[in-house]
């Protein structure tokens, strides 16, 4: 069976004043399919992610979620995409479920239908047992997941994270890589970035590696096993 494209990315350009931050960038992302995003710093893939989320707008060239396009009517696509942001978006004085509670109404969550959308997110980042604690008693692992389930509150079909395990305990890391698994399962697609070849390794269908603001290589891990251990990449 042919595979479904989810997301387009044609000729895409980002640049800032002085930086081109994404340099001609073309790619297609299946659905459900998790997409791993590996590059050093300054590579672009913040910049690549924040297109994806409609955050912040292309220089020139376009992207298609589901054939619509993001630079002429993201207003249309918007509630597809959940998006985790490299620096957590929480209010620290609230407990896990204010929290929650608050990003649900702003998606327009109300009532029971926002009560069975938390439960289902914390049982997807396993933080049933804080919940009631306030933010700023979490541990950063407990905040990263609590900002994943929080972009999930909307049931998004693509959710695009960026450096989800970026700095966590290992327990935090384990269980939001198995939310990741869960979701694509389930037929989500799922986007992260990440610093390590051995974590995108496992769980990642397909990964791309871009550097200075172009994708050096895209596909499954086996295809690429040459060329990383050939080029001896180094992520960071
Ligand atoms: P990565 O996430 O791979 O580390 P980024 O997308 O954050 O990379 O950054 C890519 C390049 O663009 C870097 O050189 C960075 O300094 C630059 N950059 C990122 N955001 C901005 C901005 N708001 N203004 C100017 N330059 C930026
Ligand atoms: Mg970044």
Redesign the pocket.
Same mark, same amino acid.
């Not at 800032?16 to 930086?19: A, E, L, N, T, V």
């Not at 590059?39 to 924040?50: D, V």
């Given at each position: 069976m042919a595979k479904e494209i989810i997301i387009q990315i044609r000729d895409l350009i980002?640049s800032?004043?002085?930086?081109v931050?994404?340099n001609g960038v073309n790619l297609d992302i299946y659905k459900s399919e998790i997409f791993g995003l590996l *590059?050093?710093? *300054?590579? *672009?893939?913040?910049?690549?992610?924040?297109m994806m989320a409609t955050v912040s707008k292309p220089t020139s060239g376009d992207i298609y979620i589901k054939d619509i396009s993001l630079v002429k009517q993201a207003h249309l696509v918007k509630k597809l995409i959940g998006f985790v942001p490299?620096e957590i978006a929480l209010y620290t004085k609230l407990s896990g479920i204010d929290n929650l509670k608050f990003w649900g109404q702003v998606y327009g969550l109300r009532g029971r239908v926002l009560q069975e959308r938390i439960e289902y997110v914390l049982f997807v980042v396993a933080l049933q047992d804080r919940i009631k604690d306030p933010v700023d008693h979490y541990s950063g692992g407990m905040k990263r997941r609590l900002n994943i389930a929080a972009s999930l509150l909307h049931n998004p079909q693509i959710l695009i994270m960026?450096?989800p395990t970026a700095g966590v305990d290992v327990e935090s890391r384990r269980c939001i890589l198995s939310a990741v698994k869960k979701l694509s399962e389930e037929g989500t697609t799922v986007i992260y970035?990440s610093h390590y070849l051995e974590e995108v390794d496992g769980i990642c269908h397909r990964l791309a590696f871009?550097k200075e *603001?172009r994708i050096e290589t895209v596909g499954t891990m086996a295809e690429l096993e040459g060329y990383f251990a050939t080029s001896n990449k180094k992520t960071k």
């Open positions: 980002k800032y004043s002085r930086k931050a994404i *590059g050093p710093n *300054g590579a *672009g893939k913040s910049t690549l992610l924040s490299q960026d450096e970035t871009l *603001g």
